[in-house]
């Protein structure tokens, strides 16, 4: 069975830019939550969807969205770019919102670099 | 609030040692708890899960943790460090409510292997 995609796996753009990061969960799976990674923060969670709907936001500026699609596929998106924003982002996907019950796969990442 | 904290940031061990990575949690109900792997360019692969079920888990690559809540600990331990094993490690707990996936990260510890 495939595994959860994310794409671009890289992306480098400048300050000031928007970027729209794209993550397909795993087949069946209606459950996404997004990560960021950085080495001065770690692994901070952005956000999590279920069912189209948000269900839980992690402590990000507004500039930091998201949406989830019928089909389950998520995207985030990040406005006004700046430096800090360079990391690598995660999305993981699980059948449902279980607390930890269902286990969580994690995709790739996309590795964004803001000049 | 849920939180873990792992001690050391940096392991090193000699191929065939014993392998100790150190989580300590803080939690106001009882956790669910995760370790999980990185290689590097790559996202994260769950080792194994505490839910309160054993409190001894076995997990993939001959893994396993024991839950030790009088310590309020997790560590995860393998008996005999492959170089394969080289890699960053995870410890989580879930965020509280059945209801979310959200995990909640330690900083991670690097496991270096020598031969």
């Known amino acids: 069975k495939a595994g959860v995609t994310q794409t671009p796996r890289y992306l480098i753009k400048t300050r000031g830019q928007q970027v729209t990061l794209s993550c397909s969960p795993i087949s069946g799976h209606r459950s996404v939550s997004w990560y960021q990674q950085t080495p001065g923060q770690g692994l901070q969670f952005l956000f999590e969807y279920f069912s189209e709907t948000q269900r839980n936001k992690g402590n990000f500026p507004g500039r930091f969205s998201g949406r989830q699609f019928s089909n389950s596929r998520s995207e985030m998106n990040v406005s006004t770019l700046e430096l800090g924003d360079s990391a690598l982002y995660l999305c993981a996907s699980s059948l449902v919102a279980s607390g930890g019950a269902y286990e969580q796969f994690f995709g790739p990442g996309t590795r964004l670099t803001v000049l | 609030a849920q939180s873990v904290t792992q001690l050391g940031s940096h392991v090193s061990v000699s191929e065939g040692a014993l392998v100790l990575l150190r989580c300590n949690y803080s939690s106001s109900v009882p956790p669910y708890l995760f370790w999980y792997v990185q290689y590097p360019n790559q996202g994260l692969q769950l080792l194994l899960k505490?839910?309160?079920?054993?409190?001894l888990v076995k997990g993939i690559n001959g893994f396993e943790a024991e839950f030790k809540k009088s310590e309020t600990s997790f560590h995860l331990t393998k008996p005999s460090a492959h170089m394969s094993d080289a890699a960053e490690y995870f410890c989580?707990?879930?965020?509280?409510?059945?209801?979310?996936?959200?995990?909640?990260f330690g900083t991670g510890t690097l496991l270096a292997v020598q031969p």
């Open positions: 505490y839910t309160s079920a054993a409190t």
């Open positions: 989580a707990v879930s965020d509280l409510g059945g209801a979310t996936n959200k995990l909640i």
